[in-house]
């Protein structure tokens, strides 16, 4: 079965809106949390990450928290710009080292 | 260069040949991934390198893919016997962390079996 589940698969939004991805994951080994952004052909970039002990971590108009006990964390981007446009993929980790990532989420910012 | 490294970053085959892509990673870096990239999904996890411990395997998805990396440098990915269903996107990344941290990819390597 899938590690990480990941919703929306697709997200349209008026630019200057909110946009939020979550994902829910099973293992409670896993401690480390990142989101990456693959623009078209492209490798995925890191764009924010969180571990365990934190409940939230923002950077500018990028935040992400995380609910440990409910096992799911979440993207946030507020203020859309048609640059965020993207496929955007939530991904869990653990001690373990490899890194399991969610389906993606295609995220379409309209002018 | 200061990124990593994928060649070839296009190869077509025919369905029973055997392929092989190779990643070179940022130098200094211990860990390194495979990852399998199919047209519009997710990135499905293939196999893991730290340092000199055993790789992790567990998702190689038949005995028909294999993977090598000497030392802490090149990584070669090995499909032998190629089917239709191989066609996809071969992303590598490399990791300066011990345990999970930042990964870094290359731009992939598309695999079209005919």
């Known amino acids: 079965g899938e590690n990480v589940e990941q919703h929306p698969s697709t997200l349209s939004v008026q630019e200057g809106d909110s946009a939020v991805i979550k994902c829910t994951y099973s293992?409670?080994?896993?401690?480390?949390f990142p989101w990456y952004k693959q623009e078209l052909g492209k490798g995925p970039q890191l764009i924010i990450d969180i571990r365990s002990n934190v409940g939230e971590k923002k950077d500018q108009r990028i935040a992400v928290t995380l609910n440990k006990t409910a096992k799911h964390f979440s993207l946030h981007i507020t203020e859309t710009q048609p640059e965020d446009s993207a496929v955007y993929f939530c991904?869990?980790?653990?001690?373990?080292?490899?890194?399991?990532f969610g389906r993606g989420t295609q995220l379409t910012v309209w002018p | 260069g200061a990124g990593v490294s994928q060649s070839p970053s296009n190869k077509v085959t025919e369905k029973g040949k055997d392929v092989e892509l190779r990643c070179d990673p940022i130098s200094g870096h211990t860990a390194l991934y495979w990852y399998r990239q199919r047209l519009g999904q997710g990135l499905e996890f293939l196999i893991y390198?730290?340092?000199?411990?055993?790789?992790?395997k567990s998702g190689l998805p038949s005995d028909r893919f294999s993977a090598e990396r000497t030392g802490e440098s090149v990584s070669t990915l090995t499909i032998q016997r190629t089917q239709q269903e191989d066609s996809a996107v071969y992303l590598c990344?490399?990791?300066?962390?011990?345990?999970?941290?930042?990964?870094?990819f290359g731009e992939g390597s598309r695999l079209t079996v005919l």
């Open positions: 293992d409670s080994a896993s401690n480390y």
């Open positions: 991904a869990e980790g653990s001690t373990l080292g490899r890194l399991y």
């Open positions: 990344a490399s990791s300066s962390y011990r345990v999970t941290g930042e990964l870094f």
């Open positions: 390198f730290q340092g000199n411990s055993a790789p992790d």
